[in-house]
T-cell receptor, first 117, second 109 residues
Framework: DTGVSQNPRHKITKRGQNVTFRCDPISEHNRLYWYRQTLGQGPEFLTYFQNEAQLEKSRLLSDRFSAERPKGSFSTLEIQRTEQGDSAMYLC???????????????FGPGTRLLVL | LAKTTQPISMDSYEGQEVNITCSHNNIATNDYITWYQQFPSQGPRFIIQ???TKVTNEVASLFIPADRKSSTLSLPRVSLSDTAVYYC??????????FGQGTTLQVKP
């Protein structure tokens, strides 16, 4: 399977614990994105990388959240001191560099569903 | 805040053609229009993308008028498996996609 993969698919944790999610993008894609989705809402942008560089972070990404893409390949999203409000689906997506002839197309992984008790 | 406006929900029956229209009142010159489909507990899946006029692929058609203020996703002969949420988005080289609530399509037998 050459699509975007995410691990784990599900995570249950207690409030105050730290969690880390991993995303493996499509291998030739330079850009990698993280989104969060709560029930009944569309995905909300969190942050994105172009190769190793983190180019944009949303205000949703509080200081408890950190994302890395150390070698420009896979990425991790860590949430420290989790809160019940962090319960959501965390989606990763990847895309090739933007090309003005075809627009932005992002390919999403299956997501990691987080439940904070 | 989503830049597009689309109906919250639509119902259809198997075998019918479904058209979902989206408003793009402030679309930028460089923005493309893209539609995604999302099933429960899955990530969104790219369906189709266009800049203007008509685009067709194996699953859908996309109609964009000359003023680009709207777009219409057309799903021919829907089946139960087309029940999903459909999102229209506009974007250029900004990196992030801005999703609205989408249109929940319910296909009935």
């Amino acid at each position: 399977d050459t699509g975007v993969s995410q691990n784990p698919r599900h995570k249950i944790t207690k409030r105050g614990q730290n969690v880390t999610f991993r995303c493996d993008p499509i291998s030739e894609h330079n850009r990698l994105y993280w989104y969060r989705q709560t029930l009944g809402q569309g995905p909300e942008f969190l942050t994105y990388f172009q190769n190793e560089a983190q180019l944009e972070k949303s205000r949703l990404l509080s200081d408890r959240f950190s994302a890395e893409r150390p070698k420009g390949s896979f990425s991790t999203l860590e949430i420290q001191r989790t809160e019940q409000g962090d319960s959501a689906m965390y989606l990763c997506a990847s895309s090739p560099l933007w090309d003005s002839s075809r627009g932005e197309t992002q390919y999403f992984g299956p997501g990691t569903r987080l439940l904070v008790l | 805040l989503a830049k597009t406006t689309q109906p919250i929900s639509m119902d259809s029956y198997e075998g019918q053609e479904v058209n979902i229209t989206c408003s793009h009142n402030n679309i930028a010159t460089n923005d493309y229009i893209t539609w995604y489909q999302q099933f429960p507990s899955q990530g969104p899946r790219f369906i189709i993308q266009g800049y203007k006029t008509k685009v067709t692929n194996e699953v859908a058609s996309l109609f964009i008028p000359a003023d680009r203020k709207s777009s219409t996703l057309s799903l021919p002969r829907v089946s139960l498996s087309d029940t999903a949420v459909y999102y229209c988005l506009e974007g250029g080289n900004t990196g992030k996609l801005i999703f609205g609530q989408g249109t929940t399509l319910q296909v009935k037998p």
